[in-house]
C-alpha cells in the first residue's frame, strides 16, 4: 500500500472507512488513514470510528507516536453536507458534544500526532488535523474552513485554531471561508512543514519515528501541560512531579550525568 501503512505493522479496519496499523512487538510508530473514497468526506460515522482508532493508539504502550493520513490524493475535503443538511435542530443538539470531541481526538492521544496532509484539507478535515502536534502539507495543498458557506460554522477547529494563529487571522478565515495556499499557511503557523506532494507520507513518519526511543512518559506529560490551555503552569508543576515516580527519569539524569544528552535508552516506564 504506497504511503498508508508504517513497514512491520499489523493493519486492521476499525470500522468502514478507518483502519489502524499498530506496531508489531517492539515500540514503533502506528498509522490511522482514512479511507472513504472519493474525497474522504468526514460524516459522523467517520469521525466516531477516527475517534475509536484514537482511543486505541492512546492505551497501546508499542506506540511511540501517531501518523494520521487520507491517501496520495486528499487527507479530507470536509465535512459531509449532505449528511448535515438533512439534520434537525433537535438532532444536532444531541449529536454536536460528541462530533465536537471526536474531531478534537487527536488532542487526548498522550503520545506525539501528526497529520500527513495531501490534495485537501478542509472543514471538518482541517479541524481534525488541528489536533494533531504537527502538521505537514504537500506544496499544492489547499487547507481552510469554509463551512461559512454553507450557513455553519467549524464546530472543534475555532479555539485551537485561534490559539494556533491568533484571533485575527482565524476570524479572516472562520468569517470568508476561504482557502489557504502553502505558503501562507507556513507563514501564517498553520502548518509546520511544507514538502514534496510525493514527500508527505514519508515526512511525516520521519518525524513521528524521533520518538520511538523516547521517553514517553515525559513527552505525554509535555503534552498534558500544552493541552492544558491557560491552567498549563499549575498542570506543569503536577506532571513535572510525577515523573520523579518514572524509571525513565532515573535512566535519564544518570545517563545525562555520565555521557551527555542523547545517549539514554528509555524504556517507558
Known amino acids: 500500500m504506497r504511503g498508508g501503512a508504517a513497514q512491520g505493522g499489523s493493519v486492521r479496519p476499525m470500522a468502514e472507512f478507518v483502519t489502524l496499523e499498530l506496531p508489531e512487538g517492539e515500540r514503533g510508530v502506528a498509522v490511522v488513514r482514512i479511507a472513504r473514497p472519493p474525497m474522504n468526506l468526514i460524516n459522523v460515522q467517520v469521525a466516531r470510528e477516527v475517534a475509536a482508532a484514537a482511543a486505541a493508539v492512546a492505551g497501546d504502550a508499542r506506540v511511540a507516536a501517531l501518523v494520521v493520513y487520507g491517501d496520495e490524493r486528499v487527507f479530507s475535503a470536509g465535512d459531509d453536507l449532505a449528511e448535515l443538511s438533512a439534520l434537525s435542530a433537535a438532532e444536532a443538539t444531541a449529536m454536536a458534544g460528541d462530533v465536537q470531541a471526536a474531531l478534537g481526538c487527536l488532542a487526548a492521544v498522550p503520545q506525539p500526532t501528526v497529520a500527513a496532509i495531501s490534495g485537501y484539507a478542509l472543514g471538518a478535515g482541517l479541524e481534525l488535523a488541528l489536533g ?72 511525516a513518519m520521519a518525524w513521528a519515528r524521533r520518538f520511538v526511543d523516547g521517553p514517553s512518559r515525559a513527552l505525554a506529560a509535555a503534552k498534558a501541560v500544552f493541552e492544558a490551555g491557560p491552567h498549563g503552569h499549575d498542570r506543569a508543576r503536577k506532571e513535572w512531579a510525577d515523573l520523579f515516580d518514572t524509571e525513565d527519569l532515573r535512566i535519564g539524569t544518570a545517563s545525562y550525568v555520565a555521557d551527555g544528552p542523547g545517549s539514554a535508552a528509555f524504556v517507558g516506564r
Open 132 to 203: 494533531a502536534d504537527r502538521r505537514i502539507i504537500g506544496d499544492n495543498v489547499k487547507l481552510g474552513l469554509p463551512q461559512i458557506r454553507a450557513g455553519l460554522i467549524p464546530l472543534a477547529g475555532i479555539r485551537r485554531l485561534s490559539l494556533l494563529i491568533g484571533p485575527g487571522a482565524a476570524k479572516d478565515l472562520v468569517y470568508t471561508g476561504r482557502f489557504v495556499e502553502p505558503d501562507e499557511a507556513l507563514s501564517l503557523g498553520l502548518v509546520d512543514e511544507v514538502v514534496p506532494p510525493d514527500d508527505v507520507y514519508a515526512a
